[in-house]
């Protein structure tokens, strides 16, 4: 009996499925879920489809899983069946994340949450973050020094009352805060150390502890770890004060809420009875806490589905755990469940099914040489600690053999001339003088070169049929793309073949997008000299080396360059340099970006580029991305803070190419994982096997306890103690083993033909585990025909020649549109028009970048009412103190049934004697409710009467008149809760009109 139809015959109980590569796991589980509803057929129940869950790994895969499913079913037309076919589109089929956030909204009332929270962008998350590890870093430091410290954050009473709890334990033991920092002799090392485990470990640590016997043979280190931890959950309790308590969340603030609302024994109990089956795809690439989730709903009951391949598990950096999987199939055997093997392989020819079985058992997960490479010490630990789960990280014969189904022999090109192999082995020689990364990209372009167009037979719907290669047949896959996709580019481009990068990280390290975040960096300060010289050499620029040197030898004594400029070299880029140093402090960071390129002709200027359409694109694809900066930087200078680290970010560059375009896609293994090529080529093999533990934080689980350590304390510690917390060894034998795994997915990618690219020198690189001796070789094929091995050392590749123009060609349209932005005196503020009305100092006041704790108070308060958009919202945080005034019994009806814009940026053309203006200003909420339009507008003061407050908001009312009947304006202050109400100033108009006056007389 076959897997799928031992699973038919009894849906009701739960399975564990080991399913190795292109053996039809998305087909078993699609069949899975449309038996269970052929079985509730029997009883008329279509309801079943709201009782049965499927979480992915990702959005995409669920998206494909539900249409699968639609397909299996769409003939089905009996009264039961249509009624499933709509109900189909409601069914839960989603990742993980999205299961959680439905039970969360589901359930905001008992979880005293919003049900219109948001999630926060990684950036956002990022820069969050750093702002929370410096505040605490920042108050233990001065816990150290002054034995007290003052918590000045806007926060819930019942944060910093837990912020201090643990102060106060630290305060017990500074010696193992000056421990912690005497190990790591580096502030920098133990900050990234915190931010980083707060941003993927903060709930395992929240419930880890510190092994016992450490505290009898090394306590100070024991100690130290406890203030490492304590450090932690201080900044956990101000991140999630910036985050949970503004209705924010990122992905593991959904899970941890998920799994603290589940605590709840009859909430539990309603989620345990609603779902009757549990599928859980990729159950390799999940991690403790995933789990818990799943553990939470299963009871006797309803039945696991658990489908996955060990041997695939590659996403430790996203906190997956092989070991999760491992456990599981462990307790599934001791507690006699089923557990069942995928084995017959549907994506692959049988020669590469058959290299894939050899080469998996003799070299891949063979632990003997597996061992040698590393500290064996380790594995014999494992072993003992673990014998039932070790077994399992090597290759199994019953479980990981798989059988061929696919037998296309038939034409396949040779490299050599000689054999005309699937498998084709190429090595290479290399001289001293050339660099790896290169020779590999020369190699991949000579191989690619001199197959396509060549027939190569190839099995299309169980079919064998002869095709002609072409470049779209070709994946070149590599553990990492920062250290040659820039090479590959070049090479690909000299030799005329098309290359799309999937998920590059270049994005911001191309010279167009480099020189617009240039510009932005002279903008905020055009008097820096190293900004500005940039500036001027750039492509938005164009500058000349003659007018720099007349600038630098006739500049002033303390005269910055910028300035003598001005002076001596008037030009039409300095005017907008000058006209958006001024603007920065009034209008959006993305205007300016806007403003900058259009302007500057920038995309004019773009056309002289080498690669002038992706270039074209790439700015597009910034300026459509621009919104966000206006998201995550309250200022300029924030914005300027943004960038700066923005280039980390994994943003894929703009491309003409897709993945979907007859071109030759490079990416790495990640991004492979669960697609198919023709033909792979791999890459990189030259890279170093990391034989030294590369995570600074380990955990040991055992017996629903969880153990933490810090790969540093851990190495400081003496040979006797280490031996007392072998386990640990555990999580490094995971880090370990997990190239084996990654070299497995990128193989198991081929469908047609495999070419491993390996240099000949005799180093501990990956390569090892293809590496094969020539008894190995002979040993291989006797199981396999279609073996090639071939020696390149000289690479020559028929060239092409690719025209390059430089003559200057039409722009589209398209990339010259309007962005709508005007000189500098067009833009007209409510503290511009105010400061003209002869209130120059009052004006000034309010420009400033002062960012002071009392300064970052007020903006939190602000950021918190900006974020309220509800009367349940604004409730939550008067109740939780994290404002400390109360407001919703004042302001409250203004929420009710009525539409809420914040900080609406509002821009009015204004004419004036014959010349267009831009009025614009920002209030803080724009209210439209029964034909009405009411403006909020928060002041972090007492003095609500102030002349200019009552100014800006009849400023607000006069630009809101286009849009309606504007009834009133209230000034709010978060600090008393006083409320100033406004009415709208008959005559503004006319002051409006005067303070424009006086600002012409001005500027003449």
Request: hydrophobic share 35%.
């Amino acid at each position: 009996m076959g897997v799928l139809d031992e699973i038919k015959s009894n849906i009701n109980r739960n399975y564990f499925i080991s399913a190795s590569a292109g053996t039809g796991k998305t087909y078993t589980i699609t069949h899975y879920y449309v038996e269970i509803l052929n079985e509730y057929e029997k009883i008329n129940y279509p309801e079943i489809v709201d009782e049965i869950v499927v979480a992915t790994f990702t959005k995409k895969a669920a998206s494909e899983m539900k249409e699968r499913i639609f397909q299996l079913v769409k003939e089905k037309n009996s009264p039961y069946w249509k009624k499933i076919k709509n109900y189909l589109p409601r069914a839960i089929i989603s990742t993980i994340d999205s299961f959680c956030q439905r039970i969360l909204r589901e359930e905001n009332v008992n979880a005293k949450i919003d049900p219109n929270f948001t999630i926060i962008s990684d950036l956002k998350m990022n820069k969050l973050i750093e702002r929370s590890v410096y505040l605490t870093l920042k108050f233990v430091f001065q816990l150290y020094d002054y034995d007290k410290t003052d918590i000045n954050l806007n926060i819930s009473k019942l944060r910093k009352k837990q912020i201090e709890i643990i102060l106060q334990s630290l305060k017990k033991n500074k010696n193992s805060i000056k421990k912690l920092f005497e190990i790591y002799q580096n502030i920098d090392e133990v900050e990234n150390l915190l931010k980083y485990t707060l941003s993927n470990w903060r709930t395992e640590m929240k419930n880890a502890t510190i092994l016992e016997k450490l505290f009898e043979t090394a306590k100070e280190e024991s100690l130290a770890l406890k203030a490492f931890k304590d450090m932690l959950l201080i900044s956990k309790e101000i991140y999630e004060a910036f985050t949970v308590d503004n209705f924010e969340y990122d992905f593991k603030g959904i899970l941890e809420k998920t799994l603290d609302i589940l605590e709840d024994k009859n909430i539990r109990k309603k989620y345990q009875k609603r779902f009757k089956y549990i599928i859980i795809d990729e159950f390799q690439d999940t991690n403790y806490l995933q789990k818990e989730l799943f553990d939470k709903l299963h009871t006797k009951e309803n039945y696991l589905f658990y489908v996955g391949d060990r041997k695939q598990s590659i996403y430790r950096f996203r906190n997956s755990d092989v070991s999760v999987f491992l456990k599981t199939q462990n307790e599934f055997e001791e507690n006699g469940e089923k557990i069942l093997a995928l084995k017959d392989n549907y994506r692959s020819n049988s020669e590469l099914v058959k290299y894939f079985n050899f080469i998996s058992k003799h070299k891949i997960f063979n632990k003997h040489i597996v061992q040698k490479t590393n500290n064996i010490d380790k594995y014999e630990t494992f072993k003992v600690l673990e014998p039932n789960i070790y077994k399992k990280l090597w290759f199994d014969d019953e479980k990981d053999t798989s059988k061929p189904t696919i037998f296309c022999k038939g034409k396949v090109p040779s490299l050599n001339n000689k054999e005309n192999g699937r498998i084709k082995y190429v090595i290479v020689s290399l001289d001293k003088k050339e660099k790896k990364e290169k020779k590999e990209a020369l190699v991949a372009a000579y191989i690619i070169k001199k197959l396509v167009g060549k027939e190569l037979t190839i099995n299309v719907k169980n079919k064998c049929i002869d095709k002609k290669i072409t470049y779209g047949d070709f994946a070149i896959l590599r553990s990492r793309l920062s250290n040659a996709e820039g090479i590959y580019k070049e090479v690909f481009e000299a030799y005329n073949i098309p290359l799309h990068i999937v998920g590059g990280k270049s994005f911001y390290k191309q010279l167009e997008i480099q020189t617009i975040l240039n510009a932005l960096f002279a903008v905020q300060n055009p008097n820096n000299n190293y900004y500005f010289t940039r500036f001027f050499f750039s492509p938005l620029v164009l500058g000349k080396f003659k007018d720099y040197e007349k600038i630098v030898s006739e500049k002033k004594e303390n005269e910055t360059l910028f300035e003598a400029a001005k002076r001596i070299h008037k030009s039409h880029a300095l005017e907008v340099l000058e006209k958006y140093a001024h603007l920065k402090y009034y209008i959006r960071p993305t205007e300016i970006l806007k403003g900058l390129i259009k302007d500057l002709n920038y995309f004019e200027k773009l056309v002289y580029f080498k690669d002038k359409e992706s270039a074209i694109l790439n700015v597009k694809k910034l300026i459509l991305e621009a919104e966000n900066f206006d998201q995550l930087a309250d200022s300029f200078s924030e914005l300027i803070k943004l960038i700066q680290k923005i280039g980390d970010t994994n943003e894929a560059e703009a491309s003409t190419e897709d993945e979907t375009s007859e071109s030759v896609k490079l990416m790495t293994i990640h991004a492979s994982k669960g697609l198919e090529f023709k033909i792979v080529l791999l890459g990189d093999l030259f890279a170093n096997l990391n034989t030294k533990n590369s995570k600074d934080l380990k955990f040991y689980n055992k017996k629903d306890k969880n153990y933490f350590m810090l790969t540093k304390i851990m190495d400081n510690l003496d040979k006797n103690t280490l031996e007392l917390i072998k386990e640990f060894y555990l999580d490094e034998v995971y880090d370990e083993t997990e190239v084996l795994r990654k070299i497995y997915v990128a193989i198991t990618r081929a469908s047609e033909m495999f070419i491993p690219i390996i240099f000949n020198e005799n180093k501990e690189n990956v390569a090892k585990y293809l590496k094969l001796s020539d008894d190995e070789i002979e040993e291989l094929k006797k199981e396999i025909k279609s073996f090639e091995y071939v020696e390149i050392n000289n690479v020559e590749i028929p060239t092409e020649q690719k025209k390059h123009t430089k003559e200057k060609e039409d722009i589209p349209q398209e990339n010259l549109k309007d962005f709508s932005h005007l000189s500098y005196k067009s833009y007209i503020s409510p503290t511009t028009l105010y400061g003209y009305l002869g209130n120059e100092n009052e004006a000034k006041e309010e420009i400033t970048l002062d960012l002071n704790e009392q300064t970052f108070k007020g903006s939190q308060i602000h950021r918190k009412l900006s974020n309220a958009n509800t009367l349940s919202q604004l409730r939550y945080l008067e109740e939780t103190g994290e404002i400390k005034v109360k407001l919703s019994h004042k302001i409250g009806h203004l929420f009710e049934n009525s539409k809420i814009l914040p900080e609406w940026r509002i821009v009015k053309p204004f004419f004036h004697k014959n010349r267009k203006y831009m009025l614009f200003g920002i209030p803080d909420k724009v209210i439209f409710k029964d034909n009405f339009i009411y403006i909020l507008d928060f002041k972090n003061t007492k003095n609500l009467d102030d002349e200019k407050y009552i100014f800006q908001v009849n400023f607000y009312m006069y630009l809101l008149k286009d849009f309606g009947n504007v009834k009133e304006a209230y000034i709010i202050s978060t600090k008393t809760g006083d409320m100033l109400k406004i009415s709208y100033k008959e005559g503004f108009e006319e002051m409006i009109k005067k303070a424009i006056d006086n600002f012409e007389k001005v500027e003449k």
